[in-house]
């Protein structure tokens, strides 16, 4: 007995199918793709043979899931999202092998986005509705448009800016070994001053520094954790947001005053986007560049995470 349902108008060739898996009318799958259990595969959705879909995944109707084409588990793909795979297509001319485009576990694909050929959709992202995405979208990314930019992560609240309002202590962050560190301004008719101390305000010894300016764009930048190394950014100039992951809480965070500082300690993955065109970004380092202390996968990152508490 079949442990997946199949609607009567469906054509389902393949034998490689999950249990729990639904199949809904003038749908049609060819014989070499593998679908995974409990999927919800709608109305007049095509499945061509080189395609692997995990578990728990729903593709809405009217979408065509061509060679190469891979969605892990819990991936949702609304109605008409559009997949490619051959970045040159000629009638009757095929490359010798389709590159191969990721959609990672929990990502979404929004109604009606483009997606080209060979791309890593990042795991738990979200596409909006009708972008074109040229470009690999990173983990928790949201991105709109076209072509798609990042414009917020998946479950990141936005901290307001901490100077605005009372006086005191800079607001507690969800990523609790981050902090926010206000720092003093001194103001007068000659103009204004900041500044910071060692242990006071800074909680590490600085080795070395670097500016970031002149950034073109709006374009996302660090997007990695460092093992052993602290980082203190200040905005000295402009305005930038930073978004703090530490594997189980996020952050955003905009610096935009130069009396406002914010301490990255090791294993927290941080990211730079949203540069105003006239920003300049200092930072402070805890040691001097070293490139075996960088991690710049996502899942290494969590990974090691995960090692971290094993051995605690």
């Not at 909006?128 to 076209?146: C, D, E, K, S």
Request: net charge negative.
């Amino acid at each position: 007995m079949e442990q997946h349902y199949q609607h009567p108008q469906a054509v389902v060739e393949t034998k490689t199918i999950g249990k729990g898996t639904r199949v809904w009318a003038f749908a049609h799958i060819l014989p070499g793709a593998m679908i995974g259990s409990e999927c919800n595969i709608c109305d007049h959705v095509f499945i061509e043979n080189n395609v692997t879909i995990g578990d728990r995944v729903t593709i809405k109707c009217g979408v065509q899931l061509w060679d190469g084409i891979i969605l892990e588990d819990d991936v949702f793909v609304g109605p008409n999202a559009t997949f490619t795979n051959d970045p040159f297509p000629r009638s009757r001319q095929y490359p010798a092998e389709f590159p191969k485009t990721y959609v990672r576990k929990g990502a979404s694909i929004g109604a009606n986005a483009t997606i080209l050929p060979g791309l890593n959709i990042g795991q738990n992202s979200m596409v909006g509705a009708g972008a074109v995405v040229t470009r690999n979208v990173p983990p928790n990314a949201i991105v709109i448009g076209n072509p798609a930019r990042i414009t917020g992560y998946v479950d990141t609240p936005f901290q307001p800016n901490p100077l605005i309002g009372s006086e005191g202590a800079a607001p507690d962050l969800r990523v609790k070994s981050a902090r926010l560190i206000r720092l003093p301004l001194i103001e007068d008719l000659r103009g204004k001053l900041s500044f910071g101390e060692i242990e006071q305000h800074l909680p590490f010894s600085p080795k070395r520094y670097f500016l970031v300016f002149d950034v073109p764009s709006q374009e996302v930048r660090g997007e990695h954790a460092h093992k052993t190394l602290h980082q203190f950014l200040i905005c000295v100039k402009g305005c930038v947001s930073v978004v703090l992951d530490d594997g189980q809480s996020r952050d955003e965070i905009k610096l935009d005053s130069s009396c406002l500082g914010l301490h990255i300690p090791p294993m927290v993955w941080g990211i730079q986007y949203k540069y105003s065109l006239d920003a300049v970004l200092l930072v402070l380092t805890s040691d001097v560049y070293c490139a075996d202390d960088y991690i710049r996968d996502y899942n290494e990152f969590l990974s090691l995470l995960e090692q971290k508490v094993e051995h605690e």
